[in-house]
């Protein structure tokens, strides 16, 4: 058990600190992060998520409940964010939209990746794959919506938005990949070590050197928003039982911290990016404790 979590985490946390530690020293410009983070949004991850996706059989792919199951703990977390947001805080409804998505975006490429793959196996890339899709047709696309009524550009926005995230390949490389799949087609062991080969310490990199740039502030909102995500969120995904190594994956994807990507979209609408900011660094700092907290918990359920 404990070895698991050392597994799981320490490699992440090492390199996600190796990453900050080249941030914090000025080795990388603005500029070369940015090409590190797209080169790994756009080629590395799909890659990955690609051939991962021929290690599973068609009776799992075909697995409807599965991803029904992930869309409900990802956006029952979103709307319960929503809600607090409008009711407690009294926020605008953009600001509220933006709060319900700091508490349900979990880091599935950068984090979650690398931990499920160390727990559960190849197995653990379908829960990626699947809440990378809920997150990119669902969540992101409600946010552009309500952040979009800030200047009432909201329908042009999300028709945009959908846009660029179906032609995105983080998206699509898994669904193309699942095509032959379902045929019963398999993955020449070759490519699977190649891909595994680009960038295998990219994610978590890039995520230390995206964090090493912000600067988080303590306050109520920002507390709510890491608890909603790192414990709430899984422990709705707790409630769906699978088999074992499936309800491994709904869990440890939700518990996942608060994406990076988030604070992009706050600062490109202007809108909560101290608060955003905040979250996204205190929801990977505690993430480490609270990730370790729910591999224990599942690794007790589910043997």
């Known amino acids: 058990m404990f070895q698991t979590i050392l597994q799981a985490l320490v490699p992440v946390v090492f390199v996600a600190g190796l990453g900050w530690l080249v941030g914090r020293l000025g080795v990388l410009d603005p500029q070369r992060i940015r090409s590190i983070t797209t080169f790994i949004v756009t080629v590395a991850l799909p890659a990955a998520l690609f051939v991962g996706v021929f290690s599973f059989s068609p009776s799992q792919l075909e697995n409807g409940r599965y991803l029904l199951t992930l869309a409900v703990a990802l956006m029952g977390t979103w709307a319960v964010g929503f809600g607090l947001a409008r009711v407690l805080f009294h926020c605008t409804t953009p600001s509220a939209g933006m709060l319900a998505l700091n508490s349900s975006f979990p880091d599935l490429a950068y984090f979650g990746l690398p931990v499920l793959a160390a727990v559960i196996g ?3 890339l379908l829960s990626v794959i699947v809440g990378n899709l809920v ?5 992101v696309p409600i946010a552009i919506l309500l952040l979009g009524a800030i200047d009432g550009t909201k329908h042009e926005s999300l028709v945009d938005n959908l846009k660029s995230t179906v032609t995105k390949t983080l998206v699509w490389a898994p669904v193309l990949g699942a095509i032959p799949v379902l ?50 969120q899984p422990a709705l995904a707790l409630a769906f039982h699978f088999s074992g190594v499936l309800s491994k ?9 608060f994406a990076t990507a988030s604070a992009m979209l706050a600062s490109t609408y202007r809108i ?5 900011t905040s979250a996204v660094v205190l929801s ?6 609270t990730m370790a907290m729910w591999i224990f918990v599942v690794e007790k359920i589910w043997t």
């Open 249 to 257: 994956g709904v869990v440890l994807a939700a518990a996942c911290p």
């Open 284 to 289: 990977n700092i505690a993430g480490v404790l």
């Open 122 to 124: 190849s197995q653990g």
């Open 135 to 139: 997150v990119s047709v669902l969540m």
């Open 272 to 276: 909560d990016e101290q608060l955003t």
């Open 183 to 232: 045929f019963g087609v398999k993955s020449p062991p070759l490519a699977e070590a190649s891909v595994k080969l680009i960038g295998s310490t990219a994610g978590g990199t890039a995520l230390g050197v995206m964090l090493s740039g912000l600067t988080p502030r303590l306050d109520k909102m920002a507390i709510s928003v890491v608890l909603l995500k790192n414990i709430v």
